[in-house]
């Protein structure tokens, strides 16, 4: 399973966007990569995921290297609702075996 | 997205007892389930995948027979702990995927406290 490093904490000024690195350099080709977030005594909530094109949704964007080992998360404009743990996972397996391996994930604060 | 509910959402019980927790899709098909355990200040751990009408498959150092997972419907998956002592106080997380699609789904969890 590709493991992924993400800075442990981060602050953010509201209003101001949000850049959530993630390391994931043992993904392999086929391993798509996948951010949730959990506020607090929460379920996690699905945000975004790829594989190695950029995508945007509603909520964010998700960028990935050319090389794949690394993306980043951006959350455009950052409201106080945004502070939560949010996790970079790499969904391990192959079709009907795939399983999402949590990392240790980086507590974003938004600050007013 | 896709709903996913989990009951008790809290729940006490008495060393040595069982407890079982319900995971539920309400708007899909789940074809896979998973359960994680998160002990505060931590991350989330996978303890089981479950896929619909077959045995779970049990991560690395995960007593099957203490954590029973059974996921006998397409819309319903439980986690038994049995023989239940403090130390498995901790936030027990379903979720939910069905099968094609690109997401898994979480439940609001179940936070166990053994006394």
């Known amino acids: 399973d590709a493991k992924t490093t993400q800075p442990p904490s981060m602050d953010c000024a509201e209003g101001r966007a949000a850049n959530l690195p993630c390391n994931h350099s043992t993904i392999s080709g086929n391993e798509y990569v996948y951010w949730y977030r959990q506020i607090h005594s929460q379920g996690p909530q699905y945000i975004i995921h790829?594989?190695?094109n950029n995508e945007t949704n509603e909520m964010a964007s998700l960028i990935i290297t050319e090389d794949r080992k690394s993306s980043t998360l951006i959350l455009p404009h950052a409201t106080l609702r945004d502070t939560a743990v949010y996790y970079c996972?790499?969904?391990?397996?192959?079709?009907?075996?795939?399983?999402?391996?949590f990392g240790t994930g980086t507590r974003l604060k938004v600050l007013a | 997205g896709a709903v996913v509910s989990q009951h008790p959402s809290r729940v006490i019980c008495k060393s040595g007892t069982s407890v079982k927790i319900e995971c539920r899709s309400l708007?899909?098909?789940?074809?896979?389930m998973f359960w994680y355990r998160q002990f505060p200040k931590q991350s989330l751990m996978l303890m089981a995948t479950s896929n619909e009408g077959s045995k779970a498959t049990y991560e690395q150092g995960v007593e099957k027979d203490k954590f029973l997972i059974n996921h006998a419907s397409l819309t319903l998956s439980t986690l038994t702990v049995t023989s239940a002592h403090p130390e498995d106080s901790s936030f027990y997380i379903c979720s939910a995927r069905e099968g094609g699609s690109t997401e898994a789904f979480f439940g609001q969890g179940t936070r166990l406290t053994v006394v």
């Open positions: 790829g594989l190695k």
């Open positions: 708007d899909f098909q789940a074809t896979t």
């Open positions: 996972i790499v969904r391990a397996g192959w079709a009907g075996t795939y399983k999402y391996i």
